[in-house]
T-cell receptor
Framework: KQEVTQIPAALSVPEGENLVLNCSFTDSAIYNLQWFRQDPGKGLTSLLLIQSSQREQTSGRLNASLDKSSGRSTLYIAASQPGDSATYLCAVRFLGSGYALNFGKGTSLLVTP | ETGVTQSPTHLIKTRGQQVTLRCSSQSGHNTVSWYQQALGQGPQFIFQYYREEENGRGNFPPRFSGLQFPNYSSELNVNALELDDSALYLC????????????FGPGTRLTVL
């Protein structure tokens, strides 16, 4: 069964800290992996998209890595800010699953001033 | 360029009733996907429509059905509502069915009593 798992489920850090969110997936046969941000009761905003042939993507203070062989991805957030507080979701498009995105349950991040 | 919009924002129904949720895709996008997100969970893929035809379906019963119109707006219909159907329903549009970048709407919060 193709599954996506995110650890930790929740994280609280003081402002300014660098942090890492983890995502693991059960099948290495993937098209791509995406990281999304979701604010409470809102829709999803795409942060980074990594194709299966890529190892990492960067956007501003965000860096996402992909290790397909081990079934792992990390989202690194540098110099965290209170505005980064949100739920971060990892989604994998597996080969053979069409165009469906398979999501983890997310990591709820709180950055305190 | 307008984003993805969904209506209504919130909806309360009773068990056994039927509901229709609406989604207006981003301009020029011919593909729409629907996801169900239960509280504390990641979104689950319901189905995708491409040029008015269903183009893939997740593990949801037939009482979940959809339509896509010539202007590429979309509806999600759920018959015989159950308590477990209470969730945030998200639609996402993309330029083409094989485009990885999907733009999510803000969602419709459905409560079934």
């Amino acid at each position: 069964k193709q599954e996506v798992t995110q650890i930790p489920a929740a994280l609280s850090v003081p402002e300014g800290e660098n942090l890492v969110l983890n995502c693991s997936f059960t099948d290495s046969a993937i098209y791509n992996l995406q990281w999304f941000r979701q604010d409470p009761g809102k829709g999803l905003t795409s942060l980074l998209l990594i194709q299966s042939s890529q190892r990492e993507q960067t956007s501003g203070r965000l860096n996402a890595s992909l290790d397909k062989s081990s079934g792992r991805s990390t989202l690194y957030i540098a110099a965290s800010q209170p505005g980064d507080s949100a739920t971060y979701l990892c989604a994998v498009r597996f080969l053979g699953s069409g165009y469906a995105l398979n999501f983890g349950k997310g990591t709820s991040l709180l950055v305190t001033p | 360029e307008t984003g993805v919009t969904q209506s209504p924002t919130h909806l309360i129904k009773t068990r056994g009733q039927q509901v229709t949720l609406r989604c207006s895709s981003q301009s020029g996008h011919n593909t729409v996907s629907w996801y169900q997100q239960a509280l504390g969970q990641g979104p689950q893929f319901i189905f995708q429509y491409y040029r008015e035809e269903e183009n893939g379906r997740g593990n949801f019963p037939p009482r979940f059905s959809g339509l896509q119109f010539p202007n590429y707006s979309s509806e999600l219909n759920v018959n015989a509502l159950e308590l477990d159907d209470s969730a945030l329903y998200l639609c996402a549009s993309s330029l083409e069915r094989n485009t990885d970048t999907q733009y999510f709407g803000p969602g419709t919060r459905l409560t079934v009593l």
